[in-house]
């Protein structure tokens, strides 16, 4: 049996845990017979679960934890045990316990995060079962996250969820052998996943920023990880007035293969047609024909949602972002995030890139 919403709330009070075998759930009630009872109907919201595999995915969910987004459960999945003391989610997850070397990660071999995940098959479904949406966060190249992410895409894929991915490519320095595992674990995961988010992490480091430190070049792929995430996910829970539906959202999203992410912030008189510029700049569209997108989510944070988002505003977005996209199916929504103060955010997720980006991902 699965995790439920409730069980996901017990264990944030109770501060996070190590699940160690299937947990024992508490059964709901059951609706009453009499009629003079009644029930409060509430709107049902989908379960949505986030799912961090290896160092780099748990990474982006300790992001995620940070922000506190009510009504999205996060796991984090990893073969080093030592790496999961330290993260934030609510559960987490050790898998790999009896394959040898099991505290301490995969040390890069892809066939060691396979084995740990396919060993741990039924604890990964027992986390999973019951969500409506799962979106897989990895950092691809490594042993952990290319090995066990596919097998826990398929996990999530067999119990009827719509099922997403945020992953990383490795940099141009990490060397081939990290490149063409990442390469593999991208043409893996393709097939199981509905829609894949990938940040080629080389793109966010251009040639003319090479005095970056690596600390600050990994931040910007949290970052842009997170961003993908969380469009992924938030505009479901925190709905503001332009809305996106859970059967438009399954439309958009289901086997929409490939996409590229990208967010820009601006602030001032005219911050949103600031952000949308700036937005089509980013270096990881660069060179990338969006008229082959299908179709593209764009999310507009702003510091006070509703309340702070003009229809001029909307309008600028759009007619920024629509001339570039032409003929793709293109779905807005609006969130809000108090961290932008008085700027404003704008988060395109362009799906359907499979001329772009497969079936050889050339970004690798
Ligand atoms: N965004 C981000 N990416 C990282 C970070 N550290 C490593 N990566 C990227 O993620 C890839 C996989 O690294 P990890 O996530 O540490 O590896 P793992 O999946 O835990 O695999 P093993 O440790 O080998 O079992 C690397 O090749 C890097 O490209 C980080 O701090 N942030
Ligand atoms: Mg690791």
């Known amino acids: 049996m699965g995790i439920t919403r409730r069980e996901f709330v017990a264990q944030m009070g109770a501060g996070a845990a190590i699940i160690v075998g299937v947990p024992t759930l508490p059964t709901l009630p059951t609706p009453p017979t009499d009629r003079s009872q009644k029930w409060l109907i509430l709107p049902s919201q989908p379960c949505i679960r986030v799912i961090g595999v290896g160092g780099a995915g748990t990474l982006v969910l300790d992001r995620m934890a940070g922000i506190g987004h009510a009504g999205i459960d996060l796991i984090t999945v990893d073969t080093d045990a030592q790496n999961l003391r330290f993260r934030r989610a609510a559960v987490k997850l050790h898998i790999g316990e009896a394959v040898p070397r099991g505290l301490c990660g995969g040390g890069g071999r892809v066939e060691y995060g396979r084995g740990a995940a396919e060993e741990s098959r039924e604890r990964v479904h027992a986390v999973l079962e019951g969500a409506d949406v799962v979106v897989v966060v990895a950092g691809l190249g490594g042993g952990t996250g290319t090995g066990a992410a596919p097998v826990v895409a398929e996990v999530a894929r067999r119990l009827g969820a719509l099922t997403l991915g945020v992953v990383s490519l490795p940099f141009e320095f990490e060397g081939q052998r990290r490149r063409r595992q990442a390469a593999n674990g991208v043409r ?171 079936p050889d991902p050339a970004l690798c």
């Open 188 to 358: 893996e995961l393709a097939d199981r996943l509905d829609t894949t988010v990938v940040v080629p992490s080389r793109a966010l480091v251009p040639p003319a920023d090479s005095n970056i430190l690596l600390s600050h070049a990994l931040e910007r792929v949290d970052e842009l990880m997170l961003q993908a995430t969380q469009s992924l996910t938030v505009p479901l829970v925190q709905p503001g007035l332009i809305n996106i539906g859970f059967s438009d959202y399954r439309e958009l999203f289901n086997q929409s293969g490939p996409a590229l992410v990208a967010a820009a912030v601006s602030d001032g008189e005219h911050r949103a047609r600031g952000a949308a510029q700036a937005l089509l700049e980013h270096p990881v569209l660069d060179g990338v024909d969006l008229r082959c997108a299908s179709a593209a989510l764009v999310t507009i944070a702003t510091g006070m949602g509703d309340d702070d988002l003009t229809i001029g505003e909307i309008d600028e977005i759009s007619t920024v972002l629509y001339d570039r996209l032409r003929e793709a199916m293109v779905v807005l929504t609006n969130v809000q995030d108090p961290t932008l103060g008085r700027g404003c955010r704008v988060t395109l997720t362009a799906l359907g890139l499979d001329k772009v980006l497969g």
